[in-house]
C-alpha cells in the first residue's frame, strides 16, 4: 500500500515538474504542424508561406488536366 502510495506521488511531482511549459486554453499555429519522421528540425506550421514549405517538403508534381 505504502508502495503505490509512493509511486503516485513520484508519478504526480513528474508530471507536474515536465508540463511548466503548458498554457491552458491557447492554440498558436505550431500545434497546427506536420514534422518529419526523419529530422524533428523541418517542420511546416500552418501559416507558413508555400516556398518555406517546399523548401521542407520539396516541390509538388503538376498534373496535366
Known amino acids: 500500500m505504502k508502495f503505490k502510495a509512493?509511486?503516485?506521488i513520484v508519478m504526480f511531482?513528474?508530471?507536474v515538474g515536465c508540463s511548466s511549459d503548458?498554457?491552458?486554453d491557447t492554440f498558436s499555429e505550431k500545434d497546427i504542424a506536420i514534422?518529419?519522421?526523419n529530422n524533428k528540425n523541418?517542420?511546416?506550421y500552418?501559416?507558413?508561406k508555400r516556398e518555406e514549405a517546399e523548401k521542407v517538403l520539396g516541390g509538388g508534381i503538376i498534373?496535366?488536366?
Request: net charge positive; glycine share 4%.
Open 6 to 8: 509512493l509511486t503516485l
Open 13 to 15: 511531482l513528474f508530471l
Open 22 to 24: 503548458f498554457k491552458p
Open 35 to 37: 514534422q518529419k519522421v
Open 42 to 44: 523541418e517542420k511546416v
Open 46 to 48: 500552418y501559416g507558413m
Open 63 to 65: 498534373l496535366p488536366s
